[in-house]
């Protein structure tokens, strides 16, 4: 079974332009994360729907960011404008409510807003 | 609010012996579960271990256990027979417990683990 699909890997883009993240989480799984991964501030909740609903976006950083999930198998993290600061790498993950709610990350987008 | 905290930004450990990364962590929620992830170098994060904080027996998978003590709220992980492939960030992470609602992971700062040959 494919785990959860991301793209692009790598996102290298200049201060002001709008920038989208994908995600494909596995099949069957009814919620989905987005994390943002800096060296300063750790592995940062910023998102997390359920059920393609947004059950808790505290952690989204500011009316910059956006996220949406507008079927089961697919979501999008829209910057827009980018900035420098939000250079980092972004994980989606998804999960099943069983018996370990274990989230199963995908392998993360690199972003580079210069 | 849940907190995770991990002491130790880096730990060294020579091959074939065994190592355990500390986490403590805090929490008014009565259930909860505690989980391991490891990040190596190319990046992706990879789920080791599970402990559900009613669990009895200490989790065990592999090589990893868990060395749960609740009253201490601590969640240690141990690593047997260290390999060079065990190098890598290890996160100590939290959230709700088995079959719960609460679906949000709170992680630690991790520790980078280097195994030496």
């Known amino acids: 079974d494919a785990g959860v699909i991301q793209s692009p890997r790598h996102e290298v883009t200049e201060m002001g332009q709008e920038v989208t993240l994908r995600c494909k989480p596995i099949s069957g799984h009814n919620s989905l994360f987005w994390y943002r991964q800096t060296m300063m501030r750790g592995l940062e909740l910023l998102i997390y729907?359920?059920?393609?609903?947004?059950?808790?976006d505290s952690g989204m950083p500011e009316d910059r960011f956006s996220a949406k999930m507008p079927n089961a198998s697919f979501s999008t993290l829209k910057i827009q404008p980018s900035e420098p600061r939000d250079s980092a790498v972004y994980f989606c993950?998804?999960?099943?409510?069983?018996?370990?709610?274990?989230?199963?990350f995908g392998p993360g987008t690199r972003l580079t807003v210069l | 609010a849940q907190k995770i905290t991990q002491t130790q930004p880096g730990m060294f450990v020579q091959e074939k012996e065994a190592v355990t990364l500390d986490c403590t962590y805090d929490?008014?929620?009565?259930?909860?579960?505690l989980f391991w992830y490891k990040q190596p170098s190319s990046g992706e994060m990879i789920f080791l271990i599970y402990?559900?904080?009613?669990?009895?027996q200490n989790a065990t998978e592999g090589r990893y256990s868990l060395n749960f003590q609740k009253a201490r709220k601590s969640a240690n992980l141990v690593i047997s027979a260290s390999q060079l492939g065990d190098s890598a960030m290890y996160f100590c992470a939290m959230g709700g417990a088995s079959g719960g609602s609460n679906y949000k992971l709170t992680f630690g700062k991790g520790t980078l683990l280097t195994v030496n040959p």
């Open positions: 729907f359920n059920n393609n609903v947004p059950i808790d």
């Open positions: 993950a998804s999960s099943l409510k069983s018996s370990y709610n274990e989230q199963f």
């Open positions: 402990q559900g904080s009613y669990d009895q």
């Open positions: 929490t008014s929620d009565p259930s909860y579960g």
